[in-house]
């Protein structure tokens, strides 16, 4: 752990974020109210109980000179409390943040901490509570510490007093060689005791991640609890592996365990993570011959998406990830200042080696001053792509603003390899989309408007033209405050949604979707396709559409952002439409269901082992702009009308374009930030922990 001038700390429990265990049986949309330091913090007798709370030392602006914060946490019986830094910014030496391992000041100090630096760092209590107290002098203050409270499983340390051979563990449990966030030591000597609970359990350890100095740094398992006993060691391992690649041990029912791990003097490495549950199993064939695990009653929690990064961001918009030459990237569009001076551009992530997501590059189109709204990353003929909609000119006040298209080339140098290409001629573009049909490629705009409160303008297709190698007007059509499209294919038709926010007067306009048929191409260039209408549907406030299919059914997912009711407000359900084929034409995508949200942006559907999940950024709320993002599941067993309910919320601050990607076999949600904050970055864990 690092620490700077003034700071001190003991042995401190750290590592990267570790996944939260899913509650959605308290919905809370403000979840930055009543934890932000103030006389009525929460006390031992009121501690902090809600999962995912965050807590900050600033009201606003900084904090106060002579002024005392503290927080008392406690997590359900068998969890722990973890506290990440989502910032750290105190007077160097004299303003300290300090977290006990406890619930009182003579519990072990872990941490003590200030300065800076410490953004993304996380604390893991060893027990289910945690005391946080932060102290400021009486002169010079800093904009202060805001951090995330999550509440996971207690994590097995490599470390001799976890377990002993006269008090074995007996429950499911995470046990890891690591005591320093980038692995383990030198000279490491751990034991860890198991002991089956009952006659009919089997010990069984699953392997999360597996990093050693291959052939020095060793993890053995035995039967029982004598080492000396060569004939007893089930498991003997060294070197990098993957998870997938081992298979999981598997002792007798009713067995003692013992796990030890060693390291030598030299080359450590990222170390071991090992599931250990206590499971029903039984034989395949005559008893003695293979253990095949039937149940698992102590199952880890389910899944759950963890903070793992927070880029620091102003005015972000819409996330998008692609690959390019086996590096990952993240590309943000950018809608208003970026901090920088007046620049206003879409910046590119690139993932470095430790795993974090650093600024490569600035892309810069026709003007400095324009509001990107959204990026999309598309391949074509073997060259690489970047198109941005952009909704409007800061400089010259318009919404006649062209959006970019930029190509990749990988001759230039790093911070300069996205050359603008092309410029698209739009209006108020507000998304886009690309999409084949009938073997040509095109772009697609969704236009919002053409002058403050003028929503009627034309949105736009362009196609790519082989003979010039460029992009070229292919279909304009009249749209009502266009904000989102999306393509799909029925039956080998193809489609286009369209989701319509509002007039100069109301939110409650119909969102329309359109059949693409194909059209002669025109001396001018334009053609290749064309728009017909095929049903409306009743949407408010409709600000994403996104299609997606669960089986045989397809779907329409709407966000929709504000209610034109006479309350008005932003406590606002969103729509899944079902497309009902037994219904007359113009008649067949039916509502489904609704979802509550808040000031809803955007969706995002994604299917885990199986299970089907949608993910909606929370933007703002009545009473603040800082409301839970939310993460819906989808159970077929459930009902009609009642087949999706709230799986988990996760903390978010004016939530816009949120993107799910994977990236190693793993899950990832970046959601933009519009406000000056910081954009998230989270990683969905299963029942396998990960560290990073």
Known sequence: TTTDTGSTSSTTLTTTPTPAPTSTSTLNPSILSASVCSPNNATLLNPITINNTIISTTVSGSYGNSQTCAWYITAPPSLCARLTFLSFRTESGYDFFEIYDGNTTQNERVQRLSGTGYTNMSTLSTQSQMLVYFRSDSI???????????????????????????????????????????????????????????????????????????????????????????????????????????????????????????????????????????????????????????????????????????????????????????????????????????????????????????????????????????????????????????????????????????????????????????????????????????????????????????????????????????????YEWPTLAGVSLTTFTLRNTSYLALASLRTGSTFDVNSTIYRIDPAPIAANGTGGLQLSVVQQIPTTGANWVTYFTIGNTSYLAIASRFSNSITSTYNFNSSLFRLDPSQPEGAQWVLEQSLPTFGAWAMEYFVLRGTSYLAVSNSISDNSRSPASFIFRHDPARPPGAKWSLYQQFPTTSAQVLKYFVMDNKSYLAVPSFTVALSPIYRFDNELLYWS
């Open 140 to 474: 010079i203050v800093d904009t202060g510490v805001t951090a995330l409270i999550s509440f996971v499983r207690c994590i097995t340390y490599c470390d001799p007093s976890t377990s002993s051979l006269s008090s074995p563990i007996s429950t499911t449990t995470l046990i890891t060689t690591n005591l320093e966030a980038d692995g383990y030591r030198n000279f490491a000597n751990c034991v860890w005791y198991f002991q089956a609970p009952s006659p009919q359990s089997c010990p069984v350890l699953k392997f999360l991640s597996f990093v050693t100095e291959i052939g020095f740094d060793f993890l053995r398992v035995y039967s029982g609890f004598n080492t000396s006993n060569t004939s007893a060691l089930l498991f003997q391992e060294s070197g990098p592996w993957t998870p997938s690649s081992l298979q999981p041990v598997i002792a007798a029912p009713g067995s003692n365990l013992t796990i030890t791990f060693t390291s030598d003097s030299t080359t450590k490495s990222s170390g071991i993570n090992i599931s250990v549950q206590f499971c029903n199993c039984s034989y395949l064939g005559p008893a003695n011959s293979t253990l095949t695990v039937t149940s698992c009653p102590n199952d880890p929690p389910p899944p759950a998406f963890t903070l793992v990064q927070s880029l620091e961001t102003s005015g972000a918009w819409a996330f998008e990830y692609f690959q390019l030459n086996g590096i990952s990237y993240l590309a943000l569009a950018i809608s208003r200042s970026s901090g920088v001076g007046s620049l206003v551009n879409t910046l590119i992530y690139v993932l470095d080696p430790s795993q974090q997501w650093v600024l490569a590059e600035s892309l810069v189109g026709e003007k400095i001053m324009v509001s990107a709204t959204r990026v999309k990353y598309f391949e074509l003929h073997n060259e690489s792509y970047l198109v941005v909609s952009n909704r409007y000119d800061l400089e010259r006040i318009s919404y006649t603003v062209n959006s970019t298209l930029y190509r990749f080339n990988s001759s230039r140098p790093p911070g300069s390899q996205w050359q603008l290409f092309q410029l698209l001629p739009t209006v108020g573009a507000y998304d886009v989309t690309v999409f084949s049909f009938n073997n040509m490629f095109f772009i697609g705009f969704a236009c919002e408007q053409a002058f403050h409160f003028d929503f009627n303008t034309l949105s736009r297709i362009f196609r790519y033209d082989p003979t010039s190698m460029r992009f070229v007007l292919a």
